[in-house]
């Protein structure tokens, strides 16, 4: 098993020898246990409140080994809205519920749900399914250690 302490600085050109793909909650687990698509076991044990991004690298503890973290492909509903005042107001009531959002001038997405889908098209936003990698905005408090 592979051990996982140390986050490398962002580095596109980096040589690593594994790829974890991880759902933005999963990204949240600094200490936990996973495997890889082809059966290594890796454990990350990471500063606490750690939260992992698409494409971090991870120093593994003894064998000069890195690890990229790749934002896996989830169920996500990405609503969009006729005006940018009712796209803001849809996010205005998703951090209400404290809900992780993905934010971008066109949209915003969050991990399914449908009661919050629902509300939303009651909004009159317009609600597309898909399966995609989620980022959630990490909050005014959340921190990526580097």
């Given at each position: 098993m592979l051990t996982f302490t140390q986050l490398k600085p962002p580095d596109s050109d980096a040589v690593?020898?594994?790829?974890?793909?991880?759902?933005?909650?999963?990204?949240?687990?600094?200490?936990?246990?996973?495997?890889?698509?082809?059966?290594?076991?890796?454990?990350?044990?990471?500063?606490?409140?750690?939260?992992?991004?698409?494409?971090?690298?991870?120093?593994?503890?003894?064998?000069?080994?890195?690890?990229?973290?790749?934002?896996?492909?989830?169920?996500?509903?990405?609503?969009?809205?006729?005006?940018?005042?009712?796209?803001?107001?849809?996010?205005?009531?998703?951090?209400n519920r404290h809900v992780p959002v993905e934010i971008t001038i066109n949209y915003l997405r969050l991990s399914h749900d449908s009661v919050l889908q629902t509300m939303l098209e009651q909004l009159g936003l317009e609600i597309k399914a898909e399966i995609l990698p989620f980022q959630p905005e990490q909050g005014a408090y959340g921190h990526h250690a580097h």
């Open positions: 690593v020898s594994l790829t974890l793909p991880l759902t933005a909650e999963e990204r949240t687990r600094s200490r936990h246990r996973f495997e890889t698509a082809d059966g290594q076991v890796v454990f990350l044990r990471l500063p606490r409140g750690t939260v992992l991004q698409d494409g971090d690298i991870l120093l593994e503890e003894t064998q000069d080994i890195l690890m990229r973290i790749k934002a896996k492909p989830e169920p996500v509903i990405t609503v969009f809205a006729n005006t940018p005042q009712l796209l803001l107001r849809a996010a205005y009531h998703l951090g």
